[in-house]
């Protein structure tokens, strides 16, 4: 039962563009969301998060959108830029996560910038 | 700050053998840690959950006597794969998170291939 989808295994967007990555969840306890970027043989790294008592959280050129009533979420990259090529996971939690809180992964989106 | 090391990036044995990786919080103490087993394009799936001074929670199918964990300080988490098999090659990750920081950082992860 995966209760966080990315329901889109893979994107190609021209360099330039927006870049727009989607997440749904099923949990409607979960209030806290993160996306994490993860290049190769390494392992993933933090982007951006938000909690559920916001519709928008903007970091740069990231930007996350939460849609509490569709229990959907968005990463939008703009401009988009060959070096953000990388799988993109979203993650849940239930209440703030940290310390001993479990995150709960989507499949990941595998994001292509073309030159 | 909120780095985690992994050690070894890359291992290489023959099936039969038991291998260690290790998982250090640098500069905070994490009384929890997680390690993380990632297939070639799939997502990140939760191992077990390493507890400092009592026994680590596994996830629902994961052996917990081929994978051995020991979180002996609040700096150092260690997985073992015991009697090791070309089926567990495999990307294992490690994350923390430090006491009142929300989200987690990842070790940069270590490629395993049993031969």
């Known amino acids: 039962d995966q209760q966080v989808k990315q329901n889109s295994p893979s994107l190609s967007v021209q360099e330039g563009r927006i870049s727009i990555l989607n997440c749904d969840y099923t949990?409607?306890?979960?209030?806290?969301f993160l996306w994490y970027k993860k290049y190769p043989a390494e392992g993933p790294t933090f982007l951006i998060s938000?909690?559920?008592i916001k519709d928008k959280n903007e970091d740069g050129r990231f930007t996350v959108f939460l849609n509490k009533s569709a229990k959907h979420l968005s990463l939008h990259i703009v401009p988009s830029q060959p070096g953000d090529s990388a799988v993109y996971f979203c993650?849940?939690?239930?209440?703030?996560?940290?310390?001993?809180?479990?995150?709960?992964w989507g499949l990941g989106t595998s994001l292509a910038v073309n030159p | 700050g909120a780095v985690v090391s992994q050690h070894p990036s890359r291992v290489i044995c023959k099936s039969g053998t038991s291998v260690k990786i290790e998982c250090r919080s640098l500069?905070?103490?994490?009384?929890?840690m997680f390690w993380y087993r990632q297939f070639p394009k799939q997502s990140l799936m939760l191992m077990a959950t390493?507890?400092?001074?009592?026994?680590?929670?596994?996830e629902q199918g994961v052996e917990k006597d081929k994978f051995l964990i020991n979180h002996a300080s609040l700096t150092l988490s260690t997985l073992t794969v015991t009697s090791a098999h070309p089926e567990d090659s495999s990307f294992y990750i490690c994350?923390?998170?430090?006491?009142?920081?929300?989200?987690?950082?990842f070790g940069s992860g270590t490629r395993l291939t049993v031969v």
């Open positions: 994350s923390a998170s430090p006491v009142g920081y929300y989200g987690y950082t």
């Open positions: 500069d905070f103490q994490a009384t929890t």
């Open positions: 390493s507890n400092e001074g009592s026994k680590a929670t596994y």
């Open positions: 949990n409607s306890m979960f209030d806290y």
């Open positions: 938000i909690s559920s």
């Open positions: 993650a849940a939690s239930v209440g703030r996560p940290g310390n001993n809180r479990k995150l709960i």
